[in-house]
């Protein structure tokens, strides 16, 4: 079962909206009641709340029935956005009679992985309103692939197996369609966008919308032990802390989760980890349980904080790429992930907690570091550390071809991923 909601995720979520559209419908059809930070707020003990934030960020929360104030706030943290081409605004123009999409790149995907396959396009858009400070706000995606970026034959380009450099502006703009000479028009994307969403062209004022991939996740291996998939960095993650605040209340805590937009890109937005919202939050939970000012400090710098995104498994061709001594490898659990440097926001009291909560649970976890000589990537950890000053670990599930258009995941660390969440946001202790 557990399997088949990570597959409904990674179906659904092709932009960050679409996968705060599909958390909150989620949430909402277990009992969340969905609560507006402009509005009101009267929590009540054993309450269940989901929050949007710009349709691209959301968070949920759990008061345990018999709150007690004394008890840990415990948070989880994931991130909706990924890698992929952003279409700009003006995004016409014409190469004979090919049809093209003005493009850019956000964050740091595998370029040569997003060549030769079906696109579609999802996000937002903002649509003239008689409100001039309420655009109407609608989401899209395309019921079918629109676009796609053909490669160059190799008779043409006698060099590419030996790594050609890609210049963004102008091998990633894709094909959305060849028309006859007497068809050819300026404005063909904005026509078909307004035709699907039967609004005048004239009404579309501007709009956030990137190309996806549209394979589906599917089962790899003699044994079926391995998931190919877009989109499992970070949907997996967003799919291990659903199922947490699903099933790991504690009768006298509050648990949260919050699933940033803009993680690929720093985090430094108003949607992002960067943001002050998740330090507003909690402040605002509290008080709402009428938690003294003093109190509140006291309970936000006694909370704990997993910031979970997926890690780098060990590559069988790329052995050498790896850390001599931590090497993990997929299907042996989620990976801890450690960095000096704070690029993964840890520490020795945050992790031993967390090793201890596993090894009492029987969790299979490695320990991921990068190499000495490498720099590795980041996270929201330590971001949103800056701001909630909390202890924090870095976790997540081992994978190979980390932002290419398709990734590659091991069947057996979701359940270990999902598992060590659930039992952080559930144990009671002794």
Known sequence: MKQEKLFDLLKAAVSP???????????????????????DWKLVRGGRYVLNHHDTTMFAFTVGSGYNKKDMVRIAAAHTDYPYLRIK???????????????????????NTWFDRPLGVAGRVAIKSDDVFNPRMVLYRSKKPVMIIPNLAIHMNRDVNKGVGINNQVD???????????????DYFLSFLARELSVEKSDIIDFELNTFCMEEPCFVGVNDTMISSPRIDNQSSCRALLDAIEDGNRADG????????????????????????????????????????????????DAMLLSVDVAHALHPNKKEKMDITNKPVMGKGFCIKQACSQSYATDAQAIAILCQLCDEKGIPYQRFVNRSDSRGGSTLGSIAGTLLPVKTVDIGIP????????????????????????????????
Not at 17 to 39: H, M, R, W
Not at 100 to 110: A, D, K, L, R, T
Not at 172 to 186: Q, Y
Request: glycine share 6%; proline share 4%.
């Open 17 to 39: 909206c679409e996968c705060v559209k599909a958390a909150k419908q989620e949430l909402l059809e277990n009992g969340f009641e969905e609560i507006d930070y402009t509005g």
């Open 254 to 301: 509050i648990n949260i989760i919050a699933l940033f937009d803009h993680e690929e890109i720093g985090s430094s937005s108003k949607q992002g980890a960067a943001s002050i919202m998740l330090h507003d939050m909690l402040r605002r939970i509290l008080r709402n349980m009428d938690l003294s000012e003093n109190e509140i400090d006291e309970s936000i710098y």
């Open 89 to 111: 605004p003006n995004p016409d123009f014409m190469t004979n009679s090919y049809a093209q999409v003005n493009v850019e790149v956000y964050g740091g995907p595998i370029l």
């Open 172 to 186: 990633l703009m894709p094909v959305l369609d060849s028309i006859p000479e007497d068809e050819r028009t300026t």
């Open 399 to 430: 994978i190979l071809a980390m932002h290419s258009a398709c990734e590659l995941m091991g069947v057996r660390d979701m359940k270990a991923l999902s598992d060590c969440v659930t039992a952080f946001f559930g144990y009671l202790g002794k």
